[in-house]
């Protein structure tokens, strides 16, 4: 018998289903046979519970589990034979009136939308290139020399400056009263290295070990200690320590001491450039993947399911409130968080997703095994042990499906960038480094 689908309201659909009631019953009987077998009661014996007692007990929960499991297997049918592509679980209600002997079913579900996407040799997208210059491998040394640097006393006629690792003990007051994170004691941070407000550094630098200063201080408005932001306090310091930085000289030891096979100067250098060479084509296959996906997102035409978009808030939910428990915060399941709040965005990802999928579906876009494999490699350049890396993908599933969902994406943004209207903007190695 064909399956009558009735369209409702742009993608929602429903199909009405009917079940024997005979075939309920039967099953609940059979279910709950097999359950009389293991189930226990006190007087009984295991296995001697009888049949009136263990329906009583089970028999509303197996009713209930016989019919989902029915009713399901009813939907999925029906779909397939009439060729539906369901978005989302359907809404399953009873319906009154059915034949004697049966049990009807009014499913209520969406359906995919048709996706129309415009002529992509009219959409116009930005590709951006940088390059790794001398001057960057230069502040890379510089990185890799302060993160192995030392510290020794400085003479106590000398003042603190930029670069020596501070000692101090400090109080604030507004007002004449002291606020919260005003008051530290043993503090300690690297004068010039913007950790500390540009004020308090200006006071700080010159200052003797033993010294006390009170200085005044304008908290910027933007400032993200909310309770003193705009506001002025009054700051006393006591400098503890004073301690200048040692950093090593690039010589064939530090190149040596940082694991270099070649451990010269150059060699070192080589190294640095190779690292910052595979880090800048990551970084610029994200930001014009992400501008093709811009493109893509205003080219299309579609409908969004609402349970797709549904699904996707309640994802981003229990990611905030993994993350909120993360961060220590107390009673995070139960944290008030707007669904409004990540409609947008869940939005925008149902879209670009459906999108992206038929982009697929349609150019045969996805992702072959020899180019995940080719990606997990480039990746595991980045450590110590490749092989490790390399293994640790390769054993879990999860962690493949990840992989494969990028090369599927790094498909779609190459096949676009080969039928858009391309426009080649060079960005400085800096400002590359500096976006998130």
């Known amino acids: 018998m064909a399956v009558t689908v009735e369209t409702l309201e742009k993608l929602e659909r429903r199909i009405t289903l009917t079940l024997s009631a005979d075939v309920i019953k039967n099953e609940v009987e059979s279910r709950l046979k097999r359950l009389a077998k293991t189930?226990?009661?006190?007087?009984?014996?295991?296995?001697?519970?009888?049949m009136s007692v263990v329906a009583q007990r089970y028999g509303y929960s197996v009713q209930y589990e016989v019919m989902n499991d029915k009713v399901g297997e009813a939907f999925n049918k029906a779909a397939n034979e009439a060729k539906v592509r369901v978005a989302g679980m359907p809404r399953i209600s009873e319906k009154e009136g059915a034949p004697e002997g049966q049990l009807a079913f009014d499913a209520t579900f969406e359906v995919y939308p048709e996706v129309k996407i415009a002529d992509l040799s009219g959409v116009e997208v930005e590709r951006v290139s940088s390059e790794v210059t001398e001057e960057a491998i230069d502040k890379t040394l510089e990185i890799l020399r302060k993160q192995r640097r030392t510290f020794a006393q400085r003479p106590a006629a000398e003042g603190a400056a930029d670069g020596d690792r501070v000692t101090i003990d400090f109080e604030g007051k507004i007002d004449g009263t002291p606020f919260?994170?005003?008051?530290?004691?043993?503090?300690?941070?690297?004068?010039?290295?913007?950790?500390?407000?540009?004020?308090?550094?200006?006071?700080?630098?010159?200052?003797?070990?033993?010294?006390?200063?009170?200085?005044?201080?304008?908290?910027p408005e933007d400032y993200h200690g909310k309770d003193v932001a705009g506001k002025e306090a009054d700051f006393l310091v006591t400098l503890k320590k004073v301690e200048q930085q040692n950093l090593p000289e690039v010589n064939e030891a530090f190149a040596k001491s940082l694991g270099i096979a070649d451990a010269t100067i150059e060699g070192l250098r080589a190294d640095i450039k190779k690292n910052l060479?595979?880090?800048?084509?990551?970084?610029?296959?994200?930001?014009?993947?992400?501008?093709?996906?811009?493109?893509?997102?205003?080219?299309?035409?579609?409908?969004?399911?609402?349970?797709?978009?549904?699904?996707?808030?309640?994802r981003m939910t229990e990611q905030a409130r993994a993350d909120l428990k993360q961060r220590g915060i107390k009673d995070a399941d139960n944290a008030p968080i707007p669904a409004e709040v990540f409609q947008p965005q869940a939005e925008r990802r149902v879209r670009l997703g459906l999108v992206v999928a038929e982009l697929v579906r349609a150019?045969?876009?996805?992702?072959?095994?020899?180019?995940i494999t080719g990606h997990i490699e480039e990746l595991a350049q980045s450590y110590e042990k490749p092989d490790d890396v390399k293994r640790w993908y390769f054993g879990d599933s999860q962690r493949l499906a990840e992989v494969e969902a990028v090369v599927i994406e790094n498909n779609v943004a190459e096949f676009v960038l080969g039928k858009a209207k391309v426009s080649d903007k060079a960005v400085a190695f800096d400002e590359l480094m500096q976006q998130a």
Do not use: C, Y
Not at 281 to 288: E, G, L, S, T, W
């Open 277 to 314: 060479e595979r880090e800048v084509k990551f970084r610029v296959a994200a930001r014009n993947k992400a501008a093709v996906m811009e493109a893509l997102v205003k080219a299309a035409e579609l409908e969004l399911p609402n349970a797709l978009v549904q699904n996707e808030i309640g």
């Open 180 to 219: 919260e994170g005003g008051r530290a004691e043993g503090f300690q941070f690297i004068l010039g290295e913007g950790r500390m407000l540009e004020a308090f550094e200006k006071a700080v630098r010159g200052m003797k070990a033993g010294e006390s200063k009170t200085f005044p201080l304008q908290f």
């Open 363 to 371: 150019n045969q876009l996805q992702a072959k095994p020899e180019q």
């Open 39 to 50: 189930v226990k009661a006190d007087g009984f014996r295991p296995g001697k519970v009888p």
